[in-house]
């Protein structure tokens, strides 16, 4: 339960700083998780957005059509499949997650100076331990919907 709790705790004080920068550029947290998502991709249908944020379609649809709107995002139809919408960061989205990860009290910079009081056999520590727990969720879950 501690543990369990201890990984709740990071992730309430993540939001608090996710809310803050996103509130600070207009954002909603779901168009900046879509943001965040992207970025980490050159480009990704709106159905893998889907997946990795778990938001609902309608308000993936939403957060998606106000990001286009703003000149964030672009959105264009798979070639092969015209149901299928292609996103990527348009130039201003990628100057502004930039903007993101440099901001002095944003989650980034506060995150790796957090991580800075790690040694680096800590930190390969505490990496494995959380690769062994999140394998294990996801074995588990795999089990839960096969039966």
Do not use: W
């Amino acid at each position: 339960m501690q543990l369990m709790m201890s990984f709740a705790n990071v992730q309430k004080n993540m939001v608090r700083f996710i809310q803050k920068s996103a509130a600070e550029k207009g954002l909603s947290i779901p168009q900046y998780s879509i943001l965040m998502t992207i970025f980490n991709c050159s480009e990704m249908t709106q159905k893998t957005v889907a997946e990795k944020t778990f938001l609902p379609k309608s308000t993936l649809s939403q957060a998606v059509d106000g990001l286009v709107k703003e000149g964030y995002l672009n959105r264009q139809q798979v070639v092969c499949n015209r149901r299928e919408m292609m996103l990527s960061l348009s130039e201003q989205g990628q100057q502004l997650v930039d903007e993101f990860h440099l901001q002095e009290d944003g989650l980034y910079q506060v995150f790796k100076s957090a991580s800075n009081q790690f040694t680096a056999e800590q930190m390969t520590e505490l990496l494995n331990a959380h690769q062994k727990i999140s394998t294990y969720l996801t074995e588990v879950e795999l089990e839960v919907t096969t039966k």
